[in-house]
């Protein structure tokens, strides 16, 4: 009966012991210049009124949904990298010309605007059952070496999505930050639109109205607690 329990004891001392499960692998990707690459989900993602197990993270800053190449059917675009100005949705009369329409739809954009990695930067992801990260380091705005932009965005089975910053450096190119379903049903949210040349918006969740920036200011120095939203 002793030895029973000093055997009991040590299994239970083993188990106790295992260490963790590890947390998943970090993948490094090459995407070029408005490309993108397939990133297949552990779990069941929803937005809006669909569900997707696959998705294509954007060189320019945006999760999909949509196979680009099926964003591009019958446009006459041959590859579809959501390529090169951000698209302000609250435009009514917004003619982004051959590049409008479907090719937004169903999308995850936590900073849209013309990105490229020069040699400086890296694209990763990273994710299991139970979410999945995309991060952008160190990538620079279109062929400007000294504009480096690094954030990253997390989706969550249950539909959160996450999008944190680290520095953000655009001086050339509109940005946007949305999240968008069928735009033909009106679904999508924009958060931040910024044109360097007229402004831009800002939304809270709490805004019914978005905060102007004027095209000589920051978002930091209209909303100085911006980043606690």
Not at 46 to 54: A, G, H, K, M, N
Request: net charge negative.
């Amino acid at each position: 009966m002793k030895n029973w329990r000093v055997v009991l004891l040590l299994l239970f001392l083993w188990l106790s012991w295992q260490p963790s499960q590890a947390d998943p692998p970090i993948i490094e990707h090459t995407i070029v210049d408005d490309g993108w690459v397939q990133i297949d989900l552990g779990f069941t993602f929803p937005l809006y009124d669909r569900t997707f197990i696959t998705s294509f993270m954007f060189s320019n800053g945006v999760v999909g949904f949509i196979s680009p190449t099926e964003h591009s059917a019958g446009s006459g675009i041959v590859e579809d990298g959501l390529c090169c100005n951000a698209y302000d949705f609250t435009q009514t009369n917004n003619n982004y010309g051959q590049y409008g329409g479907v090719r937004f739809d169903y999308l995850v954009a936590p900073w849209h605007t013309d990105l490229i990695d020069i040699g400086a930067g890296v694209f990763k992801t990273q994710g299991d059952s139970t979410f999945q990260s995309y991060f952008w380091e160190n990538i620079s705005e279109y062929y400007d070496v000294n504009d480096l932009n690094t954030f990253s965005t997390t989706l969550y089975p249950l539909g959160n999505i996450n999008f944190t910053y680290q520095k953000l450096d655009i001086q050339s190119h509109k940005v946007s930050v949305f999240v968008s379903g069928d735009l033909s049903a009106g679904d999508y949210e924009q958060f931040f639109y910024n044109d360097p040349t007229n402004g831009g918006v800002f939304w809270t969740s709490g805004d019914s109205t978005p905060v102007e920036i004027e095209a000589d200011e920051s978002i930091c120095d209209v909303a100085p607690d911006a980043s606690l939203v």
